[in-house]
Antibody
Framework: QVQLQESGPGLVKPSQTLSLTCTVSGGSISSGNYYWSWIRQHPGKGLEWIGYIYYRGSTYYNPSLKSRVTISVDTSKNQFSLKLSSVTAADTAVYYC?????????WGQGTLVTVSS | QSVLTQPPSVSGAPGQRVTISCTGSSSNIGARFDVHWYQQLPGTAPKLLIYSNTNRPSGVPDRFSGSKSGTSASLAITGLQAEDEADYYCQSYDSSLSGVVFGGGTNLTVL
């Protein structure tokens, strides 16, 4: 059974770059049948899609975040990563990684990232 | 404001049936993109509840069902149970925005 786990700093300073990694276990990120995605949820709010990546590297981003987002994949480590540059307090959220097929499934448990000086 | 519109809240008594609507447009649901539904229990990550409009993943009770018509979709929950109290989100794809879109979420209260 595939499981995903987010990791990374819980606190990032304004104007810096937020960096998170999602480790996939129980299955290969290179299986070829799935995309791998990042989604976030602002405190007390709804879900916002950030983007997704195929194991060969093709990426698709939310147009509203595209200028600041980079998603990459490391097949040797069975991981994919998120970088969000020039963060502000508005980027404070719980960040989830998820596998994409017909819907997002499964999801990681999520990690809270706070942007504050 | 979300591209997909859901009621902020719905409620029902145990054993009753409730429905949650998800209204889109011709660039998402109406363009025949699939609708997926998620359940988010308090303090946990969302969980896929219905995929591709009407399908239940393994392990999801048949009390949950999905439908789609035109530019809208619906999630129905029958035989309401206290454990169904959660936030529910619909999700699709929007060709005008070139990306995945979510509804704003619906909070279900079991009275």
């Amino acid at each position: 059974q595939v499981q995903l786990q987010e990791s990374g700093p819980g606190l990032v300073k304004p104007s810096q770059t937020l960096s998170l990694t999602c480790t996939v276990s129980g299955g290969s990120i290179s299986s070829g049948n799935y995309y791998w995605s990042w989604i976030r949820q602002h405190p007390g709010k709804g879900l916002e899609w950030i983007g997704y990546i195929y194991y060969r590297g093709s990426t698709y981003y939310n147009p509203s975040l595209k200028s600041r987002v980079t998603i990459s994949v490391d097949t040797s480590k069975n991981q994919f990563s998120l970088k969000l540059s020039s963060v502000t307090a508005a980027d404070t959220a719980v960040y989830y990684c998820a596998r994409v097929a017909r819907g997002f499934d499964p999801w990681g448990q999520g990690t809270l990232v706070t942007v504050s000086s | 404001q979300s591209v997909l519109t859901q009621p902020p809240s719905v409620s029902g008594a145990p054993g009753q049936r409730v429905t949650i609507s998800c209204t889109g447009s011709s660039s998402n649901i109406g363009a025949r993109f699939d609708v997926h539904w998620y359940q988010q229990l308090p303090g946990t990550a969302p969980k896929l509840l219905i995929y591709s409009n009407t399908n239940r993943p393994s392990g999801v009770p048949d009390r949950f069902s999905g439908s789609k018509s035109g530019t809208s979709a619906s999630l129905a929950i029958t035989g309401l149970q206290a454990e169904d109290e959660a936030d529910y989100y619909c999700q699709s794809y929007d060709s005008s925005l070139s990306g995945v879109v979510f509804g704003g979420g619906t909070n279900l209260t079991v009275l």
